[in-house]
């Protein structure tokens, strides 16, 4: 039986942001049949474009689907089991997490869900912004205005009154948190190096402030000033790439730090960059994938320097439940970040924008699906 709907109900229909092999988009509208028991629907408000959406596009997506997979939206419809399982009812906000994991394999059931084969991106698994449309109830994505909760979809209940620009921080800065205190290991008082001032790279800087670091340096090409400022406004000194040693010597004393969180896109020679900024016992962690992806590394030097390297996707479960907490209590800052909104017939002109290169100083690029224009919050 299906619990009651929201008090305007959910409508027969909502339109999406359809993605195709083709690189292009379609708007298009598409049937909302009723929650089942497990099951249930979510009226997106929020939709934000992070570099994966952008590979995806770029690339051509293998089969038409609704990209999107970092989305904040109002429970519309919910089946009594999805109730129960997931602790909310209609007309409460959540945020989904993007896996759609199995639930009963080794990762799963160590709580490592992001591991899980059935979600994994890079083997043909499945998630948020990927499942074709062509697989009812085709709504499967973020770009859109309403968005289907499967029996294995990954909720997470908002607090009352968190406003939906701080809500949609939720993922980039959980997996800030993970990639910092987690895989970085921060201890209060460490130095700390962001390369790359983007999306998760602005997320970054405010969770190394957030976990107690006494130095955050920002670093970015010359393009990348506008981004800088930003990070600058989040607490961070910032320099041009190449520039770190020399800034951090002004600012440590040494040119070194204890954590390098290595964002940045393009080719893997940020990584040896990385690993020459850490002192004895520093931990070099790098966020995304590299291309090409080869770099030196001298195994001797990591010995002699005690020094660690960790690669990172996703998040701890945790870090999620960590990062609305962060949020709810005034966002580390990051409500003061710019924002850039698109409506659902400007998705595909921005992903066009965004994978050539030409998109807005702001990385923090949102689609509002029942909004139109651009512009901040």
């Known amino acids: 039986m299906t619990i009651v709907t929201t008090l305007t109900g959910t409508p027969a229909t909502g339109l999406a942001s359809v993605a195709l092999p083709s690189r292009r988009t379609e708007l298009r509208e598409f049937a909302l049949p009723p929650a089942t028991a497990d099951t249930g629907w979510v009226r997106v408000e929020a939709s934000g474009i992070c570099g994966t959406d952008v590979t995806l596009y770029n690339s051509g997506v293998p089969q038409e689907c609704v990209l999107g997979h970092h989305a904040v939206g109002e429970i519309a419809d919910l089946g009594e089991a999805a109730a129960q399982r997931w602790g909310v009812r209609p007309g409460d906000h959540v945020v989904l997490e993007e896996y759609l994991p199995c639930g009963h394999c080794a990762q799963c059931r160590a709580g490592r869900y992001r591991l899980c084969p059935d979600t994994d991106l890079w083997s043909g698994g499945r998630r948020l912004g990927t499942v074709g449309v ?9 770009n859109a205005q309403y968005l289907h909760l499967a029996p294995n979809s990954v909720v997470h209940r908002l607090p009352p009154g968190l406003p939906t620009a701080l809500a949609v921080w939720a993922l980039p800065l959980a997996n800030a948190l993970d990639w910092t205190l987690g895989a970085g290991a921060l201890a209060p008082g460490e130095d700390v190096v962001v390369l790359g001032p983007g999306y998760h790279g602005l997320a970054a800087v405010a969770a190394a402030c957030h976990g107690g670091a006494a130095t955050v340096l920002a670093s970015g090409l010359p393009s990348d000033q506008a981004r800088l400022r930003i990070a600058a406004g989040l607490g961070a000194a910032t320099a041009e790439s190449g520039g770190e040693a020399a800034a951090l010597a002004l ?3 040494d ?11 393009g080719e893997a020679a940020s990584v040896e960059r990385g690993l020459a900024l850490l002192r004895p016992g520093g931990r070099l962690v790098i966020g995304g994938i590299k291309s090409p992806g080869g770099f030196g590394l001298d195994a001797a030097e990591l010995v002699r320097r005690v020094l660690t390297v960790r690669a990172v996707r996703g998040r701890a479960p945790e870090r999620v439940t960590q990062a609305i907490g962060v949020l709810a209590a005034g966002g580390a800052g990051l409500g003061a970040v710019p924002t850039v909104q698109v409506g659902l017939d400007g998705v595909g002109a921005m992903l066009e924008r965004l994978a050539a290169g030409r998109g807005p100083g702001p990385p923090h690029v949102v689609v509002r699906p029942w909004e139109d224009g651009e512009g901040d919050w």
């Open 134 to 142: 062509a697989e009812a109830p085709s709504l499967w994505g973020g």
């Open 251 to 253: 600012l440590t004393g």
């Open 255 to 265: 040119g070194l730090a204890d954590v390098v969180l290595d964002l940045a896109g």
